[in-house]
């Protein structure tokens, strides 16, 4: 019998005591949202731990100690709360406002600040867990991938890295055709190895590890970015 996904996600999403229902009259627009955000709170417990088809409604309710009608007021339905906690998770990952991001004289030391960005969303408990998920079960609910896609946090990604390879190819030091594509080849080589370990398909890596993948990928990539394009007539005379 396979374990469920819920078995392996991070023991952080045990349940924790909810607090007291608010009892008559109507919430304040403060206790709203804060209610909002305890049934979020229950519902990414629910989802991340047992899975999303185990996962029920009728379940998210009970432990978040409210009544059917109190959801239905705020969610449509269990894929528009499903949408909302993704939403959630992947908005809390994204780089504070200010941040300075893009600290770097150069370019290698730029997207290395970028790399460390990128695994550092990728590796949290919470995106790790919500990748299990997709995982598991997406090929029975698509809309679980949809939502995630929905959040366009990764052509974000693409468009922010595109930016800095096309300015460093109009400034003649890049030798690339696509910096759209090559953009989408360096994210998924910062990530998807990382990632994949970390949802348990392999060893995870250490701290230490991580930083010497994030500078190995920044040097593998940059070193192909600074060949030369192929162009048809070096393509006819390969032939």
Same mark, same amino acid.
Request: hydrophobic share 45%; with cysteine.
């Given at each position: 019998m396979?374990?469920?996904?819920g078995?392996?996600a991070?023991? &952080?999403?045990?349940?924790? =005591?909810? =607090?007291?229902?608010?009892?008559g ?6 206790e709203?949202?804060?209610?909002? #955000?305890?049934? !979020?709170d ?5 989802? !991340? !731990? %047992?899975?999303y088809?185990?996962?029920?409604i ?5 432990? $978040? ?5 109190t959801?239905? %007021? ?12 993704v939403?959630? *998770?992947?908005d ?17 030391? *730029? ?12 590796l $949290? ?11 598991? #079960? ?6 679980l ?7 366009g946090?990764t ?9 800095? !390879?096309?300015r460093?190819r109009? &400034?003649g030091r890049?030798a690339?055709d696509?910096? $759209? ?6 994210? %998924?080589?910062v ?5 994949r370990? $970390?949802?348990?398909l ?6 230490? &590890? ?6 190995n990928?920044?040097?593998?990539f ?7 394009p ?10």
């Open positions: 396979k374990p469920s996904a078995k392996s991070s023991k &952080a999403y045990e349940a924790e =005591p909810s =607090p007291n229902p608010r009892r009259g109507r919430p304040s627009r403060l709203s949202e804060q209610l909002r #955000e305890h049934i !979020l229950t519902a990414t417990r629910e989802f !991340l !731990l %047992h899975g088809g185990a996962t029920s009728e379940s998210v309710a009970r432990e $978040a100690r409210i009544s059917k009608r959801f239905y %007021h705020r969610f449509d339905d269990k894929p528009a709360l499903f949408a909302a906690v939403h959630r *998770i992947i809390r990952l994204r780089p504070a406002a200010g941040m300075p991001r893009l600290s770097g004289a150069t370019l290698e030391e *730029i997207l290395e600040v970028v790399a460390g960005l990128i695994l550092r969303a990728a $949290a408990p919470e995106a790790v867990a919500l990748g299990r998920l997709i995982v598991a #079960e997406s090929a029975r609910f698509p809309e991938a949809a939502a995630v896609n929905a959040e946090s052509q974000e990604a693409i468009g922010l890295i595109a930016g800095l !390879l096309e460093e109009a &400034a890049l690339l696509d910096p $759209a594509f090559a953009a989408e080849q360096f994210l %998924h080589m990530k998807t190895v990382p990632q370990r $970390a949802m348990g392999g060893a995870p890596l250490s701290p230490s &590890a991580l930083d010497a993948w994030a500078g990928v920044v040097a593998l940059l070193n192909g970015c600074r060949g030369e192929e162009t048809k007539e070096t393509k006819k005379g390969s032939r």
